[in-house]
């Protein structure tokens, strides 16, 4: 009987305990790289969904054909631009099981939608597949159910005047467009536009339209019209040689005759504002097709509408009163407490040459006489009370200055040389002034300033500096190189109604830059144009308009070439204004469509 060694016994006993470990490492290698549950099955479904691999994600299901079609009409019908999704807790009961997930879609515009469900899993011959069910694109879906991404557009924003009546609303417009080239008689045709947009709008006119061909050299924008307009006419105007018709989104005129170039400056100012943020929802859907349930919703967010300081009674009024003179005529209206623009009213004539109101700039005349007056006070020369020569002329340097018609009152006054509105008084007056003083009186009655104001372009005046004696002289009595707006002579009247120079506005919220000093006005400079300016009324050359109750004002008539501007400037309460008839003659013609404008207006006004 032989003896086995211990050390071959041991040897011999390893080799099978190696071989046993070694199945055992392969057996748990394998397992650990197989499916050990649900979670891995759900994380590999989500991965392929999110990833808009919508087939592989199906055949990780237990009915791919399904699934395929109601995961592919998920992403199609939300429109995603992409898809966040997570796995959470698994929970395993037998062979199914529940795997929390959260979605985080990506729509369009930049919207985030969230939210977390549980997928279904079931497990079949020792493989975890997701149980397919419309759960697992989102909790609240039933089994024939898809959802689909709504919008909401948000209102556009409309424009007010100052009561909060509509003067801009969003709509359609449709232009009419002519090109001459396109016509075999263009003249016939211009015939018909005018005989159909004639009742519509007064401007237009067969021979308007024509040079409006002309001037364009191709085609001609011969009106704009809203729905309302449209409709009356648009079927007479298809088929017209030349004529085309295109309807496009724009904000409307709620009445054509109210502030026409004023809103067409606005209009510009804001129309790319009017958008709000569009509202959004899911929703999900029957077999049909029909929205049975909201799954998430976002309100639409409409842009709030901009208010005009514009009053609509003041505008109507002055409109009216501008509207009767053939000449071009304007007025301004401002509110001396606040700066609101009220009114900026033009007639047709005065319209052809653009926002003339506010940025045309002329010789003011005699309302300018207002300014010197305030130099002269200040600069301690005089005051109302100081008596001052009035001859019919006054030499001074190499120009002699006559005054209107050559009418002489002697010594008075300066208040009387001022409500006389005395040429000879108010030129030795600025003789005697240092060369800065007119253009800094200007500036402290608010002439001269930049005014940045959103909606309406403006300019004040210009006030140059005069050390030479004959300028000097001739800028004093509003004849020289001085230029100035009804826009800026409204601000200066408002400046003596308030005290100071209000700053001016037209939509509410938006500031206005002032760019130039803003130096105080003294009181008594205050005190003594006001007392001045009330006898212009009481007494003097706008004794017409004193029926209209406590009115103060300044009128002005300026030689220019082929006649005279006319001028009144004022104020009445809390209403300040400045009215222009270019080459109108007599101040007088100012003063009458002043007072038209304040007869017109409501009691309490």
């Not at 040897?11 to 099978?16: F, K, M, S, V």
């Not at 899993?121 to 024939?144: C, F, Q, Y």
Request: proline share 6%.
């Amino acid at each position: 009987m032989s003896t086995k060694s211990p050390r071959t016994t041991a040897g011999r006993r390893a080799a099978p305990l190696l071989v046993a470990c070694a199945v055992l490492a392969a057996m748990v290698t394998a397992c650990s790289s197989a499916p050990q549950g649900p979670a891995p099955a759900a994380d590999a479904f989500l991965a392929a969904f999110a990833g808009r691999a919508v087939a592989g994600a199906a055949r990780l299901t237990n009915q791919p054909e399904k699934a395929s079609a109601a995961l592919r009409s998920a992403w199609d019908q939300l429109q995603a631009e992409g898809l966040t999704a997570r796995s959470g807790a698994a929970r395993v009961s037998g062979d199914t099981a529940t795997v929390d997930y959260s979605y985080d879609w990506k729509l369009p515009k930049g919207r985030d939608w969230r939210y977390s469900g549980q997928l279904q899993m079931a497990r079949a011959e020792g493989r975890w597949v997701v149980r397919w069910t419309s759960s697992n694109i989102h909790p609240k879906l039933g089994d024939t159910q898809t959802m689909a991404l709504r919008t909401e557009q948000a209102p556009r924003a409309r424009v007010n005047e100052q009561s909060g009546s509509d003067v801009l609303v969003p709509g359609k417009v449709t232009r009419v467009a002519f090109t001459a080239a396109e016509a075999t008689d263009p003249g016939a045709v211009a015939n018909s536009l005018a005989a159909q947009l004639h009742p519509i709008d007064a401007a237009v006119t067969a021979d308007s339209i024509l040079a409006g061909a002309r001037d364009a050299g191709a085609t001609f924008t011969v009106a704009l019209l809203n729905e309302v307009e449209a409709n009356q006419v648009t079927t007479r105007l298809i088929g017209l040689p030349g004529v085309r018709l295109t309807q496009q989104w724009d904000l409307v005129a709620t009445d054509r005759e109210f502030a026409p170039d004023l809103l067409a400056q606005v209009r510009k100012t804001v129309i790319d504002e009017v958008d709000g943020k569009a509202g959004w929802s899911v929703v999900s859907l029957n077999a049909n097709g029909v929205d049975t349930d909201v799954l998430t919703e976002v309100a639409a967010q409409p842009a709030p509408s901009f208010a005009l300081s514009v009053d609509r009674y003041v505008q109507m009024a002055a409109q009216r009163a501008v509207d009767a003179p053939t000449e071009q005529t304007m007025m301004v209206v401002l509110r001396p407490s606040t700066g609101a623009v009220l009114a900026v009213a033009q007639n047709k004539a005065a319209d052809r040459d653009g926002p003339v109101a506010t940025i045309g700039r002329y010789p003011p005349g005699s309302i300018f006489k207002t300014v010197t007056a305030a130099a002269a006070m200040a600069a301690g020369l005089a005051t109302p009370d100081t008596v001052v020569p009035c001859p019919s002329r006054i030499v001074i340097g190499e120009r002699t200055i006559p005054n209107y018609n050559d009418f002489a009152v002697g010594d008075v006054p300066m208040a009387t040389a001022y409500e006389r509105s005395c040429n000879t008084a108010f030129a030795k007056l600025a003789s005697e002034l240092a060369p800065d003083a007119l253009p800094e009186a200007a500036a402290r009655l608010g002439v001269v300033q930049n005014y940045s104001i959103d909606g309406l372009p403006t300019a004040s005046g210009s006030v140059p500096q005069a050390a030479e004696l004959t300028q000097r002289t001739e800028d004093g009595i509003g004849q020289g190189r001085v230029l100035v707006s009804p826009f800026g002579m409204a601000l200066m009247a408002a400046t003596v109604a308030r005290g100071a120079t209000p700053v001016p506005y037209l939509i509410a919220g938006r500031p206005t830059t002032v760019d130039g000093a803003r130096p105080e006005l003294a009181p008594q400079v205050v005190a003594g144009l006001r007392a001045m300016m009330r006898k212009v009324v009481t007494g003097g050359t706008a004794e017409r308009i004193a029926d209209q109750g406590e009115v103060f004002g300044k009128t002005g008539e300026a030689e220019v070439d082929g006649g005279s501007h006319s001028w009144f400037v004022g104020y009445r309460g809390d209403l300040a204004f400045a009215a222009l008839l270019v080459k109108g003659g007599s101040s007088d013609r100012a003063v009458a469509v002043t007072r038209d404008m304040l007869a017109a207006l409501p009691s309490g006004y």
